[in-house]
Every structure is written in structure tokens, then in C-alpha cells.
């Protein structure tokens, strides 16, 4: 069975064996593109919600807790279509795009894999019964 993160990546037209990540520049455009998505993304969406919630502007259900936003925060580092959307307007070398993509393809997945983990950690048998 091939997965999302495969259908993505075929879609994106990754070149998975035929990108290099030798060189600062390519370096620091995986190391950008895999921050932003693994921490900026996550610590966006929980300080967002958390300061919108302190004057009542939004509220969050009191079943979801702390712990439910953070692993929704974290789902949301799984950013595959615009990161690589934004990726083909910033990026006009090829390679540099190329890196780009395949940078997004691995956060986005090590993000899913993040939630899965902290999911069982922090939920356990009870992940979708509404149960801390």
C-alpha cells in the first residue's frame, strides 16, 4: 500500500535519490524548512490558540485539555501542499527547490510520526474516547 507521505512526494515531484544536501546553502535550507515545521508550526498554533483563549476570544472544549492542543499543534507541522507551495515561489534553482521539497517531505513526515508517539504517550488506550 503506498501512503500520503508517498502520493505527496510523487505529486511534488520529489527526487528523492537524486537530491544532495552537501553544502551550507542546501544545509541551511533543510535545516529552515525542518525547524519551521517540527517547531515553529507547533509553537505557533499552541501560543496562538493559548493567547486568543486568555481574553475570551476563543475557547477551547474543556474534553481536549492542554495536552489534546499540543498534539493538535503538532499535527499541524504536517504541511505538505502549501510549505510546498511557498517552497516553488521562494526557491528558483532547481536544486534549491529540490532540497526544499525533500526537506518538507521529511519534517512533514517526522511530524506525523511525533504525534503518533506523543498520541500514545500522553493518551494511551484512551486516544479517541475522549478519556485523559
Known amino acids: 500500500m ?10 511534488a515531484g520529489v527526487p528523492i535519490v537524486d537530491t544532495a544536501l552537501s553544502g551550507d546553502a542546501p544545509q541551511s535550507i533543510a535545516l529552515g524548512v525542518t525547524l519551521g515545521l517540527l517547531l515553529g508550526k507547533p509553537l505557533g498554533v499552541f501560543a496562538l ?14 474534553d481536549i485539555g492542554r495536552r489534546g492542543l499540543g498534539l493538535v499543534a503538532v499535527l499541524a507541522g504536517i504541511g505538505f501542499t502549501m510549505a510546498i507551495f511557498i517552497a516553488n515561489l521562494a ?4 536544486a534549491a527547490l529540490d532540497t526544499a521539497k525533500l526537506a518538507v517531505l ?8 511525533s504525534a503518533v508517539v506523543l498520541g500514545w504517550i500522553w ?5 479517541g474516547t475522549g478519556k485523559d
Do not use: I, K, R, W
Request: hydrophobic share 50%; aromatic share 4%; charged share 5%.
Open 91 to 94: 526557491f528558483e534553482s532547481p
Open 106 to 113: 521529511v519534517a512533514s513526515s517526522a511530524s506525523a510520526l
Open 49 to 62: 490558540v493559548a493567547a486568543a483563549q486568555h481574553p475570551g476570544l476563543c475557547a477551547v472544549p474543556a
Open 2 to 11: 503506498v501512503g500520503p507521505p508517498t502520493v505527496e512526494a510523487a505529486n
Open 123 to 127: 493518551f494511551g488506550d484512551s486516544a
